[in-house]
């Protein structure tokens, strides 16, 4: 078993991620063939720093309103985000680097932060079942994306320690299927976030919404 451990953590991982990283190359070659459409109207702000504004709202709260009003639902994305990029962390850690986990205090304090995103993850899986609103712009990918990222972040959990075969198996198994699934699955979402953003950003750039100022206006006059 410790060989077929060994062969699963190093070079089927390897091999799928190798796989994810044509996929999202033939992807993102595809996306760059739709150039960013010309706004005709005078500018009234500045696209560049429209763009950058928009990269990184995601990581101001203050500046959203949905998040100021509704932090905890912000903090849960947050949480569930992190313990996310904590399990990934993992799968190269445990191993090539698995000296840097090996102390209790390191596995106790990954294991808290996959158990919280853990929890996050079940608390939006619920909304997603019981609010109408949700159910409502729900596919079935939405359901089946955070369930099954729910059973990952719980098989990090276990694998974290770095002791149990079996545990470790689960765990690199379900890596493995996910580099080979998530390329075609909701959970790429994050391969459109930058095309996204720079589009929304170079629009609201140019009308002067972005960045957002607070007590004074952006708008430049526009030029007669
Ligand atoms: C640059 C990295 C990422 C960004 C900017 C990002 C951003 C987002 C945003 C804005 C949402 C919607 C949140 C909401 O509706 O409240 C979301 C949802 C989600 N993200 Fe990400 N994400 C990233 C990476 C990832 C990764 C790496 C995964 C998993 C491998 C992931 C899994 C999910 C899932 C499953 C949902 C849906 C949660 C639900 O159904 O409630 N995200 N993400």
């Known amino acids: 078993m410790d060989q077929f451990l060994k062969v699963l953590e190093d070079e089927v991982q390897l091999i ?23 706004e005709n109207t005078p500018s009234r702000g500045d696209e560049r720093a429209g763009i950058a504004y928009a990269m990184v709202a995601i990581a101001m709260p203050w500046a959203m309103e949905s998040a100021r009003k509704h932090w905890t639902k912000y903090a849960e994305f947050a949480v569930f985000h992190l313990g996310v990029a904590v399990a990934i962390a993992v799968t190269f ?11 209790p205090r390191a596995v106790v304090a990954i294991q808290a932060v996959l158990a919280l ?11 997603r079942c019981v ?16 369930i099954l990222l729910d059973l990952y972040l719980l098989s990090a959990f276990f694998a974290t320690p770095n002791r ?31 095309f996204q953003k720079y589009y929304l950003g170079k629009h609201l750039g140019h009308r002067g919404v972005y960045p957002k100022q607070t007590g004074s206006t952006n708008l430049q006059p526009v030029a007669k």
Do not use: E, N, Q
């Open 16 to 38: 799928a991620l190798a796989f994810m990283a044509v996929v999202y190359m033939l992807r993102i070659r595809w996306l760059l063939k739709f150039p960013a459409s010309r």
């Open 131 to 146: 609010r109408p609103d949700l159910r409502l712009i729900s596919s079935a990918d939405d359901y089946f994306s955070i």
């Open 93 to 103: 850690i445990l191993p090539y680097w698995p000296g840097l986990i090996a102390g």
């Open 164 to 194: 149990s075969a079996w545990a470790l198996i689960a765990f690199f198994g379900m890596t493995t299927f996910f580099l080979i699934y998530v390329p075609f699955s909701k959970i790429s979402h994050y391969l459109y976030y930058p």
């Open 117 to 127: 995103a853990f929890l996050a993850g079940v608390s939006r899986f619920v909304k």
